[in-house]
């Protein structure tokens, strides 16, 4: 010790030097004897990993390792539920850690008091105490990996040729009993809360190519690009606004500024605007007030108008519960109990059958409840302080990974699911003695056409909401999959922020190709390499079905990188119950859970002096849509839906009691 004093004494800055050279020695020696461990296991690592990997911490290679030798198998859908769990664990960790990227600029040293705010703001401003614009309207989209530039290959292969010959719909192909149309519409009603891109004022037209042009309803179409924006950050020096805000908070019903939530409020009670026929009220323009009225369709405005109720009767009993509570307090009380109840219907209901497997089911309760589940924690609360055994509901303190709140391009590439949607509703006649199963005979079909924009507001007054929502409860969905695009999409009048329709029609599909393309969103293979999924060499590893592999060499040739990343997942073989593919949900278990856990509302705020007692009551015996139904329309689910789920055909068989604890199942293939 004498030595090295003395030293720095005569020489500091020669000590200087030397030390900070012996460190940078020293960890440069660590690495490599890391990656000298870790050299006999190369071969067992796909090439295109081995550069991350040499970047990785010890325990994260341990955990790569793990999940690629797995991934190699194609088997953690198949272990027994449990070690499923320490498999998503597992790589949840590693995308969590290598795959959240800021966009723009982040605030230092500014900090707001959570306790200035106990409420959801207008904007979603004030939500992550040391970045007041996290997460609020028209802040930058994420990224989940480094853009891609492609914009000298925006048309390449032609976005009109890959939807026709790719994705457009031959036949309808649906989901069974697994999904239905409820389903399909809940998802529009998630997207209208999260994310909707700002436009550019100048437009670009897209033109059929000779070989398919008498094959697309439109030969030419024109659309306002995305908006570029600068960062003001080296790193990623552009980006694109989120004209929502991004947390779940409600925005489809609320709005995503003070000008809308102004519009959607009665300010008597804390309650919202609502017509007498429990829909939507119009304005004196006829135009429906809602949190967000673009693009709509009756299924979106049914499920709106349902969580307008919701949000008034959680007043209802406030306001009788704490008589003193003002108009303000009930409607911000109400307003976070509501979005709670969204976001806890889609994590444990709605997801849970879009995903049907046990692993899944054990998987999102886990989310909410944590390893040690609902029972434990209904008795004892949140255990632990983090997220395993408590749930990332009830954290101690938010957790954002470093990274500001936001949601990510990738993200809203794997949410494109237009095919969902079907040519035409079946009506169900609601009078009618309902048969085996509560199964109810047609009445009619109505083209999904005269059920968006303005018509569809018409149709569904003439309709009702009872039968609106029952019709759609027996009707399956379509199926995310090649040649299930639906037609009529490819001929859209698609409309401005405040619902006014646009001169331009639109070919979406070929639009969702482009769009993908234009914001620099890496193509299916790279996609797949970044979030640490094993990529394709050959058409054959993507899929089985013949004819889909000569028409994906007739359009991209072999070059497997230049496949689109919607073509990709809708060709993709699925895991058996899933309805979406591999790749997407990679970025569902990611960023589903960063939803919640970055969150303060659903962490550190989440009690009752935040909501009120009654208010997280509510919350925390809400478990599925059909509650929420059960509380407006009592005898709807018990007179015509038999399935457990209101997101499953209503006419199909209700689950049967499995003896065996969720954590010790095995999966049947």
Known sequence: MYMYSKAYIEHPITYNICFQLSYKLGNMTLVMLRNLLFSPLRGLIHKDFHEILD?????DKISFLIVHVIDKHNLWHRLPVFFGLVYL???RHLNQEYNLINV????????SNPADYPYRTADGKYNDPFNEGAGSEFSFFGRNMMPVDQHDKLKNPDPMVVATKLLARRNFLDTG????????SWIQFMIHDWIDHLEDTQQIELTAPEEVASQCPLKSFKFYKSKETPTGFYVIQTGHLNRRTPWWDGSAVYGSNAEVL????TYKDGKLKLSADGLLEQDENGK???????????????LQALFVQEHNLVCDVLKKEYPELEDEDLYRHARLVTSAVIAKVHTIDWTVELLKTDTLLAAMRTNWYGLLGKKIKDTFGHIGGGGILGGLVGMKKPQNHGVPYSLTEEFVSVYRMHQLLPDTLQLRNIDATPGPNKSLPLTNEIPMKDLIGGKGEENLSRIGFTKQMVSMGHQACGALELWNYPIWMRDLIPEDVDGTDRSDHVDLAALEIYRDRERSVARYNEFRRRMLQIPI??????????????ILHEVYGNDVEALDLLVGMAAEKKIKGFAISETAFVIFLLMASRRLEADRFFTSNYNEETYTKRGLKWVNTTETLKDVLDRHYPEMTKKWMN???AFSVWDSSSETHNPIPLYFRVPQH
């Open 55 to 59: 970047k990785m911490t010890l325990n």
């Open 89 to 91: 664990g597992l790589r």
């Open 104 to 111: 723009g600029r982040t605030p230092t040293g500014v900090r």
């Open 177 to 184: 009993k697994q999904f239905n149309m409820i389903a399909a």
């Open 262 to 265: 102004k519009k959607v409020r």
């Open 288 to 302: 429906i007030i809602s949190g967000d009225v673009r693009n709509t369709w009756a299924g979106l405005l049914a």
């Open 537 to 550: 060499s050959k058409w054959e590893d993507l899929t089985d079905d013949e004819e889909a592999i000569k």
């Open 643 to 645: 399935s457990t789920s």
